[in-house]
């Protein structure tokens, strides 16, 4: 499980990462991000519906990318805010399939 530290949680935070991120794709993965002024990183993860209509499902990607990212924390810079947006397609890859993806889009945006 993600630290709560490095967790992104109020609405305002996700409209504003949404409204003014710098937005990289790489697959069915979408991630924008922003700089915080904070000491840490911080994560906010969203699959949609049209990903999947089952909840289950939906909650065990983004279970799979929250792993993925504290797996990759401690070579991720400090002062971010960064949001990983799942696309259709997604549910059907593998966990290192996905960790491959992670890593290229973190390389992208320059936060590794």
Do not use: P
């Amino acid at each position: 499980m993600l630290a709560k530290i490095n967790r992104l949680k109020k609405r305002k935070d996700f409209e504003s990462i949404l409204k003014h991120g710098k937005g990289f794709k790489e697959d069915f993965l979408v991630l924008k991000m922003i700089r915080n002024n904070l000491k840490q990183t911080r994560f906010g993860f969203i699959v949609g519906v049209k990903v999947s209509k089952k909840a289950s499902l939906r909650n065990k990607i983004k279970r799979r990318l929250k792993g993925l990212v504290r797996i990759k924390l401690e070579k991720i810079k400090k002062g971010f805010d960064v949001i990983l947006i799942a696309k259709e397609g997604l549910e059907n890859k593998d966990f290192w399939d996905i960790e491959e993806v992670i890593s290229k889009l973190f390389s992208k945006a320059k936060i590794i």
